[in-house]
């Protein structure tokens, strides 16, 4: 499809919709061309000076802009170091504010005719079509243009076809984020910035609700990684704040992770704008795809709007002019000399500011970054003083020097700090895959937990004197001087933080229960997770859910090990329509699987199986959980005599369990052994003999040999050799119906060795030791004809068997059937795989849609992300 267009832009940027914006207030009409589905609002702010508000308000929305930003008095500077001013200095004769890129974006768009953007259209490859540009997009669309504008950005494809090169690396990178506050933030109307060794920070307040800050830093090979990973880069952000107000690190504190971005900071050459190609026949660049500079001047969004207006400005001139002198036959030539004259002035006009602003932004960067000696200097005298201020504060602080080694391991205490930090991140942030990684992260620390390190934790995090720090602390019993740690000690001296967040809250109610579980106190555990269930009651909130979670289950744990289990039944589907009304997905597995575990706890096989049927189901987010409801339902299958797919469940749910969850993997091998036996399998010798299993599974191995070979009466021997064994995985029971099976295996023994035998033989070679062996003989004979099970007629007059001698299977249709159906089934076969191949109707004409493309690639990271937490350490 080829679409004729007179001007188009490519890039709805500030530059791209600034210079429409202009052309649409001259009434000349454009078609902007966007990648992206959406208006990009990387950066989240900038900086707008008086030049900036001028030429807005040639295009009329300067107003507009200034009622929902506030205007700066001035700019002060600090050292992180001493926390002192150095300097501040007033805007009086500018007007200066901290402009939300997204809202002005959303008033250039709205100021625009309908259909000008053109949104998911991204632009691959450009060339030269007699008097136009022609613009070949990745739908296959193709749009001729009189005129082509680039303002597509740093990366611009109209800036290499007019053949500048590629934007160099300063060396330096750039973290940008943005907070909204509920209330009014309290910063007064200045712009906030901040210097130290090698990097150079500031906060500006947008209005009384939001602010924007940057973070600028020399990089290095050890700080690339932050740039892909947003909890780095926060902890990098925290780590240098130094010594500033408490107001300002709570803005970088707070500030959600989706809302930061690094990004490297690139500029291009100032000689090659005055020896390259702004414009070139009916094309130019425009913005950033001109001029990139380092954010150091703060003009980069400035010079950008100029552009806009400038370039719509002279654009429209050199158009108005030519309609006055168009003459017939050359109309399309003399247009095109008229735009390209225009676009040269353009050029020629914003060459050298260009130059100006590249060169001094560069210059003005270079101070701080390039001469590191003096700074260096200035950084220790400052630190000299700042030391001096407060000597006397740290001699009073000074221990006595003790002999203990140091430790070069973090200590147990510090690892549940870094758990913590983990936590809040992640409730911060919304991710609750960190949450996930920190409970994971406290299972492989519960064996060293002792009572003075979840004491000295409880006082850092919760506030003492609080309720949930009085009882929990309630629990654990006094510090005892052996049990401290080295480096715990001294930990709990230093002024703790104190926390509001709910999720750490429930998490010390689950580290106090974990311990008290482990301690073998369970009578207190069950009071303590008795309190932390009815304060999760309490919380809606997804990030609590994992830690919820697994506080279900330690709840269910220390009921069930003082025999209690029963009391709990009804608080679990009381959390189970909870979490389901709060559509709690990890909640609600982990809650069906505790209630199912209830009802088969008192063989209640009914009620389970009728609370499994009416639970909603939905696609599994733990495996661990998808296993235990396997195996649970295996064995509500198995008691329903439903063999078939209990098999299916025990053998689904022992090879999805992880290799070091032994226990669950032997329980169920043995529910699964003796499934396979009700249904008349003999299981592979190699199922006994897994790694681990020989000594759990022995019991089962000898069960199997007396089924196998239809021994009643060492079948009876090994039941009452390893009848506590069986008592205790609770297959007793089943064991008793294996009976029938050992009969009926021993008959079609005896029916293969004998074509015709007495009944009272048969009674003597199965064993049986009833009152009337002959007459069990006779019925159990009957039964086993009547099934298929053997292939004998009984004689009742003369109290024997016959067996039918085995004819000549190849002389009966029954193999050409046998191959009939293997032959028709290669056929169906080989016809779907045939129609597999062909391509569907008008499949060259139907492409994947943008949303389609969206909604794929998202479901795909979903599922690598769920495949990525997999982890083996809840059995």
């Known amino acids: 499809m080829e679409i004729v267009e007179d001007i188009v832009i490519i890039g709805a940027g500030i530059a791209g919709l600034t210079t429409a914006l202009g052309l649409h207030r001259l009434g000349l009409r454009s078609l902007v061309l966007e990648s992206s589905d959406g208006l990009r609002t990387t950066g989240f702010a900038f900086t707008m000076w008086t030049n900036a508000w001028k030429a807005l308000d040639a295009i009329g929305i300067g107003d507009i802009l200034r009622q929902k930003h506030n205007q700066l008095s001035g700019i002060l500077t600090t050292s992180v170091v001493s926390g002192l001013s150095t300097s501040e200095i007033s805007f009086k004769d500018h007007d200066v504010r901290c402009v939300n890129r997204k809202v002005l974006l959303e008033i250039l768009e709205n100021e625009l005719p309908r259909g000008t953007i053109r949104y998911s259209s991204k632009v691959v490859h450009i060339q030269d079509a007699c008097f136009f540009k022609s613009i070949h997009l990745s739908d296959g669309t193709v749009i001729k243009t009189k005129v082509l504008i680039g303002c597509d950005g740093v990366n611009s494809e109209v800036a290499k076809f007019l ?68 909890v780095k880069m926060k902890q990098f952000l925290w780590s240098k704040l130094g010594n500033v107000s408490d107001n300002i690190k709570a803005v970088f504190e707070h500030t959600d992770l989706n809302s930061m971005v690094c990004s490297p900071l690139r500029f291009r050459y100032p000689w090659e704008l005055l020896w390259g190609n702004i414009s070139k026949d009916n094309a130019c660049v425009a913005g950033d795809a001109l001029h990139p500079m380092t954010p150091d001047l703060g003009q980069g969004g400035c010079s950008a709007i100029e552009d806009g207006v400038v370039l719509a400005r002279i654009l429209a001139e050199g158009l108005r002019e030519n309609s006055k002198s168009v003459k017939q036959g050359n109309a399309e030539e003399i247009e095109y000399q008229r735009i390209k004259t225009a676009l040269g002035k353009f050029a020629k006009e914003r060459r050298w500011r260009g130059f100006d602003l590249i060169s001094t932004a560069y210059m003005v960067g270079g101070v701080h970054y390039e001469f590191q000696d003096f700074f260096k200097n200035l950084t220790i005298i400052e630190s000299q003083i700042f030391t001096k201020m407060t000597q006397d504060v740290e001699m009073k602080e000074q221990s006595a020097p003790s002999n203990s080694v140091p430790s070069t391991a973090p200590s147990t205490f510090q690892q549940l700090k870094e758990i913590m930090s983990l936590i809040e991140m992640g409730a911060y942030s919304r991710e609750v895959r960190r949450i996930a990684r920190a409970i ?49 000690a001294s930990s709990t001296t230093q002024v703790p933080v104190k926390h509001s967040l709910p999720e750490l809250e429930i998490y010390c109610y689950l580290l106090v229960l974990i311990y008290l579980i482990d301690q073998k106190r369970y009578s207190e555990a069950k009071a303590c997770s008795s309190a932390g269930i009815a304060r999760v009651k309490n919380l809606n909130r997804r990030t609590v859910d994992v830690i919820a979670a697994r506080l279900y289950f330690y709840y269910s744990l220390s009921y069930e090990l003082t025999g209690d289990l029963a009391e709990i039944r009804g608080n679990l589907l009381a959390l189970h329509r909870i979490a389901t009304l709060r ?40 495996n661990q959980q998808f296993c235990r409801y396997l195996f649970y339902l295996g064995k509500i299958r198995t008691i329903q005599l439903e063999y078939t797919d209990a098999k299916e469940s025990l053998l689904q749910a022992a090879r999805k369990a992880p290799v070091s969850a032994l226990g669950f993997r032997v329980q169920c091998n043995k529910w699964a052994v003796i499934v396979r036996l009700l249904l008349g399998e003999i299981p592979e010798r190699t199922v006994f003999m897994q790694k681990g299993m020989e000594k759990a599974l022995r019991p089962y191995f000898e069960l199997t040999n007396a089924v196998r070979i239809g021994d009643l009466k060492l079948f009876k021997t090994v039941a009452e050799r390893f009848a506590s064994t069986f008592s205790a995985d609770r297959t007793n029971n089943l064991i008793v119906r294996l009976r029938h099976n050992v009969i009926r295996t021993g008959l079609r023994n005896i029916s293969i060795s004998y074509s015709q035998i007495s009944l009272a033989d048969v009674a003597k070679k199965l064993k049986l030791d009833s009152a009337n062996p002959v007459a069990d003989a006779e019925s159990i004979v009957a039964k086993a004809i009547r099934d298929g099970a053997i292939d004998a007629t009984l004689d009742h007059a003369n109290g024997c068997m016959i067996s039918k001698e085995t004819g000549d299977i190849y002389s009966t249709n029954e193999p050409q059937i046998a191959f009939n159906s293997r032959i028709a089934f290669c056929l169906n076969m080989h016809n779907e795989a045939v129609r597999a191949l062909r391509f569907p109707p008008n499949s060259h004409k139907e492409k994947e849609s943008a949303e389609k493309r969206r909604e794929r690639q998202q479901q795909e990271q979903e599922l690598a992300k769920h495949i990525a937490e997999e982890d083996d350490d809840e059995f």
């Open 583 to 622: 559509h709690d997905e990890l909640g609600q597995e982990t809650l069906l699987n505790l209630l199912l575990r209830n009802y088969l706890q008192y063989n209640l096989y009914d009620q389970a199986e009728k609370l499994r049927s009416k639970a909603p189901r939905f696609e599994a987010h733990s």
């Open 440 to 488: 994971r992260s406290t299972i492989q620390l519960r064996r060293k937990f002792k009572a003075s390190v979840l004491s000295a934790f409880l006082n850092f995090v919760l506030v003492p004197g609080s309720e949930a720090h009085s009882r929990l602390s309630s629990y654990l019993p006094k510090e005892d001087e052996h049990d401290m740690e080295v480096d715990t």
């Open 163 to 230: 053949g500048f090169s590629k934007p160099a690396f300063v060396g330096r990178s750039a973290i940008r984020g943005f907070l909204d506050f509920e209330a009014a933030h309290g910063f007064e109307p200045k712009f906030f910035q901040f210097f130290g060794k090698g990097f150079r920070y500031g906060v500006l307040p947008c209005d009384d609700h939001s602010v924007y800050w940057f973070f600028t830093y020399s990089s290095s090979r050890q700080e690339k990684d932050i740039e892909k990973d947003s």
